[in-house]
Nanobody
């Protein structure tokens, strides 16, 4: 069973930055896709950013220019750097991974809360 563990969430003010981390229990080279989703209260879970094993990335329109997805293969860790945060970014952020070429992977973390408020 693949385990994903997120960390790095918290309460921040508008305009500030946060970096989320996701540690995998297996080598990231065995995972075809990895990414981040988020779910705000009363809303459906939505795609934020993703990365194929080869390094190609994809971003939701809401994340382009402000969020950056990256990975450290040596530490089996994926990151989401979020800058210029807005109250609309408030959500539980989930790490996702899969062995297929799909942005809807079969493995999920437990989520980490990010709250943007003054």
């Amino acid at each position: 069973q693949v385990q994903l563990v997120e960390s790095g969430g918290g309460l921040v003010q508008p305009g500030e930055s946060v970096r989320l981390s996701c540690v995998t229990s297996i080598s990231m080279f065995t995972l075809t896709s990895m990414g981040w989703y988020r779910q705000a209260p009363g809303k459906q879970r939505e795609f934020v950013a993703g990365m194929w094993v080869g390094g190609e990335t994809n971003y939701a329109d809401s994340a382009k220019g402000r969020f950056t997805i990256s990975r450290d293969n040596g530490k089996d860790t994926m990151f989401l750097e979020m800058n210029d945060l807005k109250p609309d970014d408030t959500a539980v952020y989930y790490c996702m991974a899969g062995r297929r070429k799909s942005w809807m992977g079969e493995y999920w973390g437990q989520g980490t809360q990010v709250t943007v408020s003054s």
